[in-house]
């Protein structure tokens, strides 16, 4: 083993190779620093005089399945400049780090593509190691999510947990990353945001969320004059719960046993797309048997499938008369569910109509919830929050799958 196989596989530069020890299975290189490049660490003064040494192993690239360490007598010096006594630099490994620098990047490596009991028992060290390289990376990278370029953002909640435990996520709509995770859900979730936002000077274009009135007021308190976008899946997530509550209302005035056999089990036939209803299991006939004993529940269901095509008028005016007209169309209805629906459009009519000035929507922070959902299952949950968090920041990036 020579010192130029050190410098150039193990990135171990600047220090003289002196033996070869093998011990259980493994390969163990000691190393020494030569006296001409001792240096002071605080001051970097070579007038320095050697006051003892540390012995200490670091663990290095394996070599195929053996492991490897290199062992080394970390110099205590004086100095002369400054008076200190301390331990010099280590210029292959960090402070305080039982890995050298290239073992760190090759667990990175691996990490994209493998979990961290993977990489842990690839490598023949505990997981505990493996999540302490990772979080270190993490925190150098994503501890502080950059602003400034963020135009366009998404705000939802996610549920982490039992008890009703929430995080407030922001995604970048233009890069898709996660800049801010907040502790519940609501206006307080978002000061650290709004603070941090005013700090980078970014000039926010528009903001997609769903309808949430903690989340509408904060917007228009720190962000005033920025349009609000209410996206499609919120709007017909809000519909479809007022079409289930309607059938669920129906079937238990319902006096005829009919009725109530039509009626039962046929809420995920209403909610889904007319086009997507499955012939071969008889699907549309089943449908329109309910449809046909109720004029409530037909009208409300019709009028599901006409919202729909709000989000296909071609222009802004366009859209605005085809929203007055739907609502005209609901409040003819006499249906109470229906009435209400249509008021609550109207009253976020604005941020309906948006939509036509920027073509954005909550749908990415939704993949993203439910990657961050997969992740934590996948995981069996995470005790380290402030691991979890960083590795959310860092979700946009993952490159191994994380199904399957």
Same mark, same amino acid.
């Given at each position: 083993?020579?010192?130029?196989?050190?410098?150039?596989?193990?990135?171990?530069?600047?220090?003289?190779?002196?033996?070869?020890?093998?011990?259980?299975?493994?390969?163990?290189?000691?190393?020494?620093?030569?006296?001409?490049?001792?240096?002071?660490?605080?001051?970097?003064? !070579?007038?320095?005089?050697?006051?003892?040494?540390?012995?200490?192993?670091?663990?290095?690239?394996?070599?195929?399945?053996?492991?490897?360490?290199?062992?080394?007598?970390?110099?205590?010096?004086?100095?002369?400049?400054?008076?200190?006594?301390?331990?010099?630099?280590?210029?292959? !490994?960090?402070?305080?780090?039982?890995?050298?620098?290239?073992?760190?990047?090759?667990?990175?490596?691996?990490?994209?593509?493998?979990?961290?009991?993977?990489?842990?028992?690839?490598?023949?060290?505990?997981?505990?190691?493996?999540?302490?390289?990772?979080?270190?990376?993490? #925190?150098?990278?994503?501890?502080?999510?950059?602003?400034?370029?963020?135009?366009?953002? !998404?705000?939802?909640?996610?549920?982490?947990?039992?008890?009703?435990?929430?995080?407030?996520?922001?995604?970048?709509?233009?890069?898709?990353?996660?800049?801010?995770?907040?502790?519940?859900?609501?206006?307080?979730?978002?000061?650290?945001?709004?603070?941090?936002?005013?700090?980078?000077?970014?000039?926010?274009?528009?903001?997609?969320?769903?309808?949430?009135?903690?989340?509408?007021?904060?917007?228009?308190?720190?962000?005033?004059?920025?349009?609000?976008?209410?996206?499609?899946?919120?709007?017909?997530?809000?519909?479809?719960?007022?079409?289930?509550?309607?059938?669920?209302?129906?079937?238990?005035?319902?006096?005829?046993?009919?009725?109530?056999?039509?009626?039962?089990?046929?809420?995920?036939?209403?909610?889904?797309?007319?086009?997507?209803?499955?012939?071969?299991?008889?699907?549309?006939?089943?449908?329109?048997?309910?449809?046909?004993?109720?004029?409530?529940?037909?009208?409300?269901?019709?009028? #599901?499938?006409?919202?729909?095509?709000?989000?296909?008028?071609?222009?802004?005016?366009?859209?605005?008369?085809?929203?007055?007209?739907?609502?005209?169309?609901?409040?003819?209805?006499?249906?109470?569910?229906?009435?209400?629906?249509?008021?609550?459009?109207?009253?976020?009519?604005?941020?309906?109509?948006?939509?036509?000035?920027?073509?954005?929507?909550?749908?990415?922070?939704?993949?993203?919830?439910?990657?961050?959902?997969?992740?934590?299952?996948?995981?069996?949950?995470?005790?380290?929050?402030?691991?979890?968090?960083?590795?959310?920041?860092?979700?946009?990036? !993952?490159?191994?799958?994380?199904?399957?």
């Amino acid at each position: 083993m020579s010192t130029s196989l050190l410098y150039h596989a193990f990135g171990v530069r600047g220090y003289q190779y002196q033996r070869t020890d093998y011990a259980e299975g493994g390969v163990i290189m000691t190393v020494t620093q030569p006296r001409k490049t001792l240096r002071c660490p605080i001051c970097g003064s !070579a007038d320095v005089h050697k006051r003892g040494e540390k012995r200490r192993s670091f663990r290095a690239l394996p070599i195929g399945s053996r492991p490897v360490s290199v062992e080394f007598g970390v110099p205590r010096v004086s100095c002369e400049r400054c008076g200190v006594v301390r331990q010099v630099n280590i210029a292959f !490994a960090d402070p305080r780090k039982s890995y050298t620098r290239s073992f760190g990047r090759y667990v990175l490596e691996l990490s994209g593509k493998m979990t961290i009991q993977d990489v842990a028992g690839h490598l023949g060290v505990g997981w505990d190691l493996v999540k302490e390289i990772q979080k270190d990376h993490l #925190k150098k990278q994503f501890a502080k999510p950059k602003l400034r370029r963020v135009r366009q953002i !998404a705000i939802d909640e996610i549920c982490i947990g039992r008890g009703h435990r929430y995080l407030t996520v922001v995604l970048d709509l233009k890069s898709g990353a996660v800049v801010h995770l907040g502790q519940g859900k609501g206006a307080d979730a978002l000061k650290p945001f709004w603070k941090r936002l005013k700090a980078s000077r970014s000039k926010i274009e528009a903001v997609a969320l769903d309808m949430s009135p903690a989340y509408i007021a904060a917007v228009i308190q720190n962000l005033p004059g920025v349009p609000l976008v209410f996206d499609r899946f919120h709007i017909m997530k809000l519909f479809n719960e007022k079409l289930s509550t309607l059938r669920r209302q129906l079937y238990r005035e319902a006096v005829d046993g009919l009725q109530k056999d039509v009626l039962k089990g046929i809420r995920w036939l209403l909610l889904k797309n007319s086009e997507n209803l499955d012939e071969s299991k008889n699907e549309r006939q089943r449908l329109d048997e309910a449809l046909n004993v109720n004029r409530s529940l037909a009208a409300a269901y019709y009028l #599901k499938e006409l919202l729909r095509w709000f989000w296909e008028q071609p222009t802004k005016a366009a859209a605005a008369v085809w929203l007055n007209e739907w609502c005209a169309l609901a409040r003819a209805s006499g249906i109470r569910v229906l009435q209400t629906f249509a008021n609550t459009l109207q009253g976020h009519r604005s941020g309906l109509l948006a939509w036509w000035d920027h073509a954005i929507s909550t749908g990415p922070l939704e993949g993203t919830n439910n990657k961050i959902k997969t992740m934590q299952r996948q995981a069996y949950g995470y005790r380290d929050r402030e691991f979890f968090e960083l590795k959310i920041f860092a979700i946009h990036q !993952a490159r191994y799958e994380l199904v399957g």
